[in-house]
């Protein structure tokens, strides 16, 4: 038997043998399990390596379709026991108690097994209308009963997750939040598997952690039903991969620009994709460097508004060009891909210090302070608006810390 078909086989057992509202038929089909009547069947992908499969450690991806809806949710969940069989058992524990819940509660439109309705709780998704059920929080090295009870729905878990999310009705979320002592706590969101990977630096727990311990809860959310923000959200996407991939086609990008809004694209979702989704690809290329970016954005609205301190994980032409820039990569030329991502301002800036300082750069030093984005048709009035608030935080930010800075916009 497989490692994989192990886990299924763990995971009917816990099934099986907790019943009650997770009860029903199960089925076990060569490497599928068939779950709650037949409603969810599960498949599971392994990620470990060799050096995973040596130590025992397990890192899995329990893949569930959901039968009444058509859709595939993705669960990364790890095991961390002394050896595979241990590690393979705590994966399935996992999944039963963090997961299993909010999909039984999704299905039925109703909390079960631990799981608690989003709304009711004080869960946010950064969507309106979203229809969301929350697992059990699961945690290694805190077993302080106090600390848990403060880190409930209130706490921003999920925020960010909707605005993340691909154009599909049904999606899973994972957000994992760690202690680190003195230093604070952090939080990885991840929606749908890896599609989508997000991290808080700083994570507002309100309360003081271990040194070390972390707690992992997962979701179930869904866009309303009558929402047009899907078919948006596609329209979105195709307006990407069309910018990029015929970025180097064109003499300049004003006329490319111009050729999609003739060819039938969106025009404000041509200037999103120019504006923000080029500051997406430039951060996939750089932030592993150790740039210190800034998580939001100066807003110029076009009805005059200026915007202060937007995050860019609320805007989708932002977050989806992240989740895309993978698959991008793997369809264009290297130099190409490289180039786009070399196109905001924020990019080029880094590119003038690389070339002022040589080959001794320092991308860790370099903090970058956010940008300004105007939408399409903004007034040269308001852009001078928005371009003299950021000079004012730039002066407030030196007067407050002499270290060495750049301003880009």
Not at 15 to 22: A, F, K, P, Q, T
Not at 275 to 287: P, Q, W, Y
Not at 373 to 378: I, K, Y
Request: proline share 4%; glycine share 10%; net charge negative.
């Amino acid at each position: 038997m497989s490692d994989s078909e192990r886990l299924l086989e763990l995971i009917e057992n816990g099934i099986v043998e907790h019943g009650g509202d997770l009860g029903g038929w199960t089925r076990r089909v060569e490497d599928t399990l068939q779950l709650f009547d037949g409603r969810v069947t599960l498949r599971v992908v392994l990620e470990d390596d060799g050096e995973n499969e040596r130590d025992g450690r397990v890192h899995a991806h329990v893949l569930a379709r959901l039968c009444e809806y058509d859709e595939e949710l993705d669960a990364c969940v790890v095991g961390l026991g002394e050896d595979r069989e241990s590690s393979l058992g705590e994966a399935a524990v996992i999944w039963i108690t963090g997961v299993a819940g909010p999909i039984k509660s999704f299905l039925d439109n109703k909390p079960v097994c631990s799981a608690c309705p989003a709304d009711a709780n004080g869960f946010d998704f950064g969507f309106l209308g979203v229809t969301a059920f929350v697992g059990a929080s699961i945690g290694r090295g805190i077993d302080d009963e106090q600390v848990q009870a403060a880190l409930d729905g209130r706490k921003p878990w999920f925020r960010y997750a909707a605005a993340a999310a691909s154009p599909r009705s049904v999606h899973l979320a994972k957000a994992t939040i760690a202690s680190r002592g003195k230093d604070g706590w952090c939080r990885d969101l991840e929606v749908d598997g890896h599609e989508v990977a997000y991290k808080d630096a700083s994570w507002p727990a309100g309360i003081h952690g271990p040194d070390v311990g972390y707690l992992v809860r997962f979701a179930v959310f869904a866009f309303p039903r009558d929402s047009t923000e899907i078919a948006r959200r596609a329209e979105l996407e195709r307006t990407i991969e069309f910018f990029s991939m015929n970025f180097a086609g064109y003499e300049s990008v004003d006329e490319l620009l111009g050729q999609m809004v003739e060819q039938g694209f969106d025009a404000d979702l041509v200037h999103e994709v120019e504006s923000i989704s080029t500051i997406a690809f430039g951060r996939v290329l750089f932030e592993h460097r150790g740039v210190q970016y800034s998580p939001s954005v100066i807003r110029a609205r076009r009805d005059g508004r200026i915007e202060m301190d937007v995050p860019l994980m609320t805007l989708p032409a932002y977050t989806r060009a992240r989740a895309l820039a993978s698959s991008l990569y793997g369809k264009m030329p290297k130099d190409v891909f490289q180039s786009l991502c070399c196109y905001s301002a924020e990019s080029n800036g880094i590119l003038q210090a690389m070339d002022g300082a040589g080959e001794d750069f320092d991308f860790s030093g370099l903090r970058l302070y956010p940008c300004v984005v105007p939408e399409r048709g903004v007034s040269d009035e308001t852009m001078d608006g928005a371009l003299a608030a950021l000079n004012e935080l730039l002066e407030q930010s030196r007067s407050a810390d002499k270290k060495p800075w750049w301003k880009f916009w």
